[in-house]
């Protein structure tokens, strides 16, 4: 059965430096979110692509992240800066025509 | 805006009880819901869902019914196993437009055999 995958699992970084999340998509799916979980918090939603432009983002997807399609397989999330703040695990998800999106394993990201 | 209220956990059974786990939504419109498990380690996996209202959505044992007169989605199992310990997730895709999700806290559920 296709599946998300995400790499890397789990990224140390430190802060102030750029950090890319890589995630493969399902290939017939068209539509790609990314969200984020704090430890102990809730999954929230960063940011939707969809036709090779970002269709919403939230409050927190400010102008230190950013996202790419740079081919037909793969689906990025750069932090330019990381802060401290952005310690979380990411999930990539993707999703056809129905409303029924399917994540990846997350990637842990830790910053110093 | 649209919002999801999960039950606080973590939820403590022992092998073959009954497990309730509540769930209660805000949103306009019609939105699906969902519920998600994620397993030590692992990422989100769909456990069931439902899309319009008295829909219900069931999977390896776990039922939920789509109640719009009380916005809930409660997610029942009528004899929980120990291979059930993991986190559950109870969400709504947000129409119109993007779909996003909206997720609740998570109630992490532990069985004891």
């Given at each position: 059965?296709?599946?998300?995958?995400?790499?890397?699992?789990?990224?140390?970084?430190?802060?102030?430096?750029?950090?890319?999340?890589?995630?493969?998509?399902?290939?017939?799916?068209?539509?790609?979110?990314?969200?984020?979980?704090?430890?102990?918090q809730k999954v929230e939603f960063l940011v939707s692509f969809y036709n090779n432009e970002i269709s919403e983002k939230s409050e927190i997807f400010d102008d230190q992240f950013s996202v790419e399609r740079p081919?037909?397989?793969?689906?990025?999330?750069?932090?330019?800066?990381?802060?401290?703040?952005?310690s979380a695990m990411y999930f990539c998800a993707s999703?056809?025509?129905?409303?029924?999106q399917y994540f990846g394993p997350g990637t842990r990201l830790t910053v110093l | 805006g649209n919002s999801v209220t999960q039950m606080e956990g973590p939820v403590t059974l022992s092998e073959e009880a009954f497990l309730t786990i509540n769930c209660t939504y805000t949103a306009t419109g019609y939105p699906s819901l969902f519920w998600y498990v994620q397993y030590p380690g692992e990422g989100l996996q769909l456990l069931l869902k439902a899309t319009k209202a008295d829909d219900k959505g069931s999977n390896k044992g776990f039922e939920a019914t789509y109640r719009?007169?009380?916005?809930?989605?409660?997610?029942?199992?009528?004899s929980v196993q120990v291979s059930d310990s993991a986190v559950y997730f109870c969400a709504l895709s947000d129409p119109p437009g993007t779909y996003k999700y909206i997720f609740g806290t998570g109630t992490r559920l532990k069985v004891l055999a």
């Open positions: 059965e296709p599946e998300v995958t995400q790499t890397p699992s789990h990224q140390v970084t430190q802060m102030g430096q750029e950090v890319i999340l890589r995630c493969v998509p399902i290939s017939n799916h068209l539509y790609f979110y990314w969200y984020r979980q704090i430890l102990g081919d037909g397989s793969n689906f990025t999330l750069k932090i330019r800066s990381t802060k401290l703040e952005d999703r056809r025509m129905t409303d029924t | 719009k007169e009380t916005t809930s989605f409660h997610l029942e199992k009528g």
